[in-house]
């Protein structure tokens, strides 16, 4: 009768523990953030606040490095869109200091 005593005191004691313990939980996974890439470019944007303007284009929003490019994307936005689905990296016109 003393062993069933102590049997079932350990066994309580455990069960108590193992149900009062805190169990680990796993961090859910950070999703990655999105990369912002400007269309006309090719320059990554660091966020969302930092891109210089942005369109829409077919339902998906497209964000610009710099002011000058939105104008450039919404000319010819088909242009941009293709060229950023081959991953080319179309450069805006260069200016030249020949003049």
Do not use: W
């Not at 320059?43 to 002011?67: N, Q, W």
């Not at 936005?77 to 450069?91: D, E, G, N």
């Amino acid at each position: 009768m003393k062993a069933l005593l102590c049997a079932s005191a350990i066994f309580l004691t455990l069960a108590g523990a193992a149900l009062g313990s805190p169990t680990k939980k796993h961090p859910a996974a950070k999703p990655k953030p999105a990369v912002l890439v400007c269309p006309v470019t090719g320059e990554t944007i660091s966020s969302i606040k930092d891109a210089a303007g942005s369109s829409v284009y077919k339902g998906k929003r497209y964000y610009f490095c710099c002011p000058s490019c939105k104008p450039m994307f919404d000319a010819n936005p088909a242009k941009y869109v293709k060229a950023a689905a081959a991953q080319k990296k179309p450069l805006p016109p260069m200016k030249s200091d020949k003049a």
